[in-house]
């Protein structure tokens, strides 16, 4: 083929380009014959020139797009990888799992001068550093890999040390804040980005289409936590070969709580076997003992076949084909329905079972989604083992939770059918949005659940009741017991003393919008019987699971209005008053009847004038509410309660009324300073508030301190002022918010006071506005008020974990005992964590000289390096001035020199 041919095959931008090349070299041609050589060097040289120039305008094309189009962030971060996944936070944004930047150690022996040196300086700095491994890649002749998952401290740790051939390289890695806490229901991916187990694994597509974004889990954490310690509380005490814990939301299905035990580490789970890291919820199947009567009970309401008035002969064992049932507590006499399910009666159910029939029997187990695996989007969930055949001994034996195996999750499931109106709806593990509406398929009437929500709470609150132990005092709790007895292959029957022991139940009761909670456990060799977790454990963590998700941020009341048995209202202006007036409704935030003037908040009764909104608190000695008629009769004009009080004013019901009386003051009285710090710890307290004060004047802000010594003024110019003499640590919440409101109207911007344990346990700074929090030490004192070291140090936490919001700042002492658990707290919590002392990070304590006026100490922060003179004497001393400068607004940038110039 000739080139003329080629050519004419050629695309008309290849015609065009080979013209001009061609025209290019006979230009060359030309110039070559005229004898000008310089005219031949110059076209040359504009030809390689165009050429250079081309290429240049391509890398800086090429350039700008990957700077400007490559995905980066406005922070300067990268984009996420195709295998990074999105965080999971729980319901309230805390975090739950993350991607995090992490190195990988690398070693080239060829460029290494002194392997010795290497050696020991590389085992030195990184513990976790296979000998063996880094002596084979020493001796090697390759850049090898040697270590990954280095954090970034861990990297520049190695690489202040300066060793050639050593080199890192970024990797993503999945890391899992909690530990072992929720490690179930979070799962965890492997080192690919794939989810492996639990929600991880579920929503493992979503998960990575969103990457650099989050998605909520529907657990809360404060329900995870209640829940967890509880249930390995019970596990303590029965040493059970497993144990399992859920909490639901009756009405959405969303999954608030589950803990499985054994645990495992989903950032180490290589180091867990199989046992520890199975779901038992989920993925393990149980004869759930008599929990299951409930359905049965419930059924035979449903199906008209009893009331719970129906009469049951349980004098003697019933007989029932080839077998016969007897009673585990025979009580040997004629039983109601009521009766049957309070002493778990095995007669009373079986025959009430029998009288529903196989067909009708089966056909509700079905419906009630026992028959099925739970539908959830866990894929560990599993299959139940239900009767091959429905028959009455099927009937009789399913009737009290034998001959058939559920997983936790399903019994849930069905419990939540019975007790949220008789509607069937799925289970979840995402969060649903506030005030969602689940529609779910119809299984029994609104009137069976009224009356099994009922017969469960008599369960509880009578004498009589198998699940009376959980009767807490201001949880309104219902629910059943239940001990299966476990198969044994070995005897080839059933094991009277290895046992499954089950508590179900609903709070509260009269609402159940807030969810139902499962215990179970295996106690080998032992007999766990009813009392396996005693109920008392259960109602522990409903007193938590009762509280509505996002309480923490919801500076509304929690509670709800109920309207007065008489209407009259009882506002009106009336000038001249030194109080501020508002409207109930504008203090709770929503719609009360009659819409009430306020003109006060308190919680004395011997200080109720017209017009004023009185708190009845409940009392370690005497419950408020007695004094509230009186109350109503010198001029209250609404009522705060855990109950209806059927009094003639608006009564705001709350589960948690100390919180709503804080809430309710705050909101009333408006005003605070711009920055409130509360500081926490058992001494040092006096101190550390009054040093804030006297640093934040230094820094040129009228500032205030409220505790031991009373409510303190000073001012930039020096002038202090005393407002009230010494007095309560802490004092309550009304005199909190309206001193606030004084000082704010003072011209007070910064405040700092002491946070008792007693304090922020009975809710009294609830209604504080904090910007920071501080926290000194743990020792073993005030335990006459909190009985225990565990309810002490849970009072001092919740000034974290509950009161300061997310984004603010805790100062913490590292040299604290207690110091693990608090940063753990704030973490969780979402806060910027500081640590001060001898083992702070951000301000650290090198060096404490005394001094005959004081002591000099030297402060390490931000690398720089601080000589202060403190004119107090103790170490004591030097931790409570290191907390006070880092809770300045100032602290993050340069704290060592706030303390400095104050």
């Known amino acids: 083929m000739s080139l003329g041919q080629a050519s004419l095959r050629a695309s008309p931008l290849s015609r065009w380009l080979s013209e001009r090349v061609w025209g290019l070299e006979h230009a060359f041609e030309r110039a070559r014959a005229s004898g000008k050589a310089e005219d031949d060097t110059r076209l040359r040289i504009f030809f390689i020139l165009a050429l250079f120039a081309l290429g240049f305008v391509t890398l800086a094309v090429g350039a700008t797009r990957a700077a400007m189009f490559s995905g980066a962030r406005p922070d300067g971060r990268i984009a996420p990888a195709a295998t990074t996944r999105a965080d999971l936070v729980d319901r309230n944004g805390m975090l739950l799992a993350a991607d995090l930047l992490h190195y990988g150690l690398y070693i080239d022996p060829r460029e290494i001068w002194e392997p010795a040196e290497t050696r020991r300086a590389l085992l030195a700095a990184l513990p976790s ?98 829940l967890e310690d509880e249930l390995y509380k019970a596990v303590h005490e029965f040493t059970p070969k497993g144990a399992v814990g859920l909490v639901t939301d009756v009405h959405t299905g969303e999954i608030l709580g589950m803990a499985s035990w054994p645990v495992f580490d989903p950032n180490k789970p290589g180091r867990a076997g199989v046992y520890a890291q199975t779901n038992r919820a989920a993925a393990t199947v149980f004869e759930m003992g008599s929990t299951f009567k409930a359905f049965t009970v419930a059924i035979g309401l449903d199906a008209g076949v009893a009331t719970p008035t129906t009469m049951f002969d349980a004098t003697v064992p019933y007989k029932l084909g080839y077998r016969t049932i007897n009673d585990y507590h025979a009580v040997r006499k004629v039983l109601s329905l009521v009766e049957v399910f309070q002493h778990s009666s095995n007669i009373g159910t079986a025959k009430l079972a029998v009288g529903i029939g196989p067909e009708r029997m089966g056909d509700y187990f079905k419906r009630l989604g026992l028959t099925e695996p739970a539908p959830v989007e866990l894929i560990e969930t599993a299959r139940p083992l239900t009767p091959k055949v429905w028959n009455e001994d099927a009937v009789a034996s399913t009737s009290f939770g034998h001959g058939i195996n559920v997983t936790p999750l399903a019994l849930a499931r069905a419990y939540n059918t019975i007790l949220n109106g008789g509607q069937l709806i799925p289970l979840t593990i995402r969060k649903k949005e506030p005030g969602a509406v689940v529609e779910g398929r119809r299984v029994m009437s609104e009137r069976t659940s009224l009356q099994m929500l009922s017969i469960m709470r008599a369960n509880v609150a009578g004498e009589a009741g198998s699940g009376r132990s959980a009767n807490i005092a201001g949880l309104s709790v219902g629910g059943k017991t239940g001990t299966g ?147 109503v009769q010198a001029g209250a004009a609404a009522v705060i309660a855990e109950r209806d009080l059927g009094l003639p004013v608006p009564t705001i019901v709350s589960k948690d009324p100390r919180r709503a009386y804080a809430l309710a003051a705050a909101e009333f009285y408006g005003r605070q300073p711009q920055v409130c710090v509360a500081v926490t710890g058992t001494n040092g307290k006096t101190s550390v508030a009054n040093f804030c004060r006297q640093m934040f004047a230094r820094a040129g802000r009228t500032s205030a301190s409220m505790g031991t010594l009373g409510v303190t003024v000073s001012r930039p110019g020096g002038a202090v002022e005393q407002l009230t003499p010494p007095g309560l640590t802490t004092p309550d919440a009304a005199d909190v918010a309206e001193w606030l409101a004084r000082l704010a109207g003072m011209g007070v911007s910064h405040f700092a006071m002491e946070a008792s344990s007693h304090g922020v346990d009975q809710r009294r700074l609830d209604g504080v506005r904090l910007t920071a929090a501080g926290f000194l030490n743990l020792t073993q004192d005030h335990l006459d008020y909190h009985g225990t070291m565990d309810a002490y140090q849970a009072a001092k936490l919740r000034l974290f974990d509950t009161l300061l919001p997310r984004g603010g700042t805790a100062v913490l002492n590292a040299d604290s005992d ?24 951000h301000m650290k304590l090198v060096k404490r000289e005394l001094l005959p006026e004081g002591q000099r100490l030297r402060i390490q922060c931000e690398g720089r390096a601080w000589d202060v003179r403190l004119p107090l004497a103790g170490g004591f001393q030097a931790s409570n001035a290191l907390v006070a400068a880092g809770a300045l607004p100032g602290g993050r940038a340069d704290p060592g020199g706030d303390l400095r110039r104050a």
């Open 485 to 631: 007895e476990k198969y044994d292959p070995a005897i080839r029957g059933y094991n009277h003393k290895r046992q499954v022991s089950s508590f179900a139940a609903v709070f509260p009761h009269q609402r159940p919008n807030r969810g139902e909670a499962l215990f179970r456990a295996d106690p080998p060799g032992r007999t766990a019987r009813h009392g396996a977790f005693r109920g008392l454990r259960h109602g522990r963590v409903g007193g938590c699971a009762c509280g509505r998700p996002g309480d923490r941020a919801d500076r509304t009341l929690p509670g709800r209005a109920t309207p007065a048995r008489d209407r009259r209202d009882r506002g009106g202006t009336r000038p001249g008053r030194e109080r501020p007036v508002m409207r109930l409704s504008q203090i709770v935030k929503r719609s009360v009847g009659p819409d009430a003037e306020i003109s006060g908040v308190t919680a004395d009764s011997r200080k109720v004038k017209p017009g004023v909104l009185f708190a009845a608190l409940p009392g370690t000695k005497v419950d408020g509410a007695s004094f509230a008629p009186a109350a």
């Open 818 to 841: 207690a110091f693990p658990a608090f940063a753990a707290s704030a973490v969780i919590a979402g806060q910027w964590v500081m640590t001060v002392g001898e083992t702070g990070q």
């Open 129 to 226: 550093l296979d000998a063996n491994r880094l002596e084979r890649a020493l001796r090697g002749n390759r850049r090898i890999f040697v270590l990954g998952a280095l954090t970034p401290q861990q990297r520049n740790t190695v690489h202040a040390l300066g060793l050639p051939g050593v080199s890192f390289e970024p990797e993503q890695r999945r890391v899992y804040p909690l530990g072992s806490s929720a490690a179930h229901i979070i799962g965890f991916a492997d080192g690919g980005g794939e989810g492996i187990s639990g929600a991880e694994a579920a929503l493992n597509e979503e998960i990575r289409a969103g990457a650099g974004g989050e998605i909520p889990l529907s657990i809360d954490l404060r329900v995870q936590g209640a």
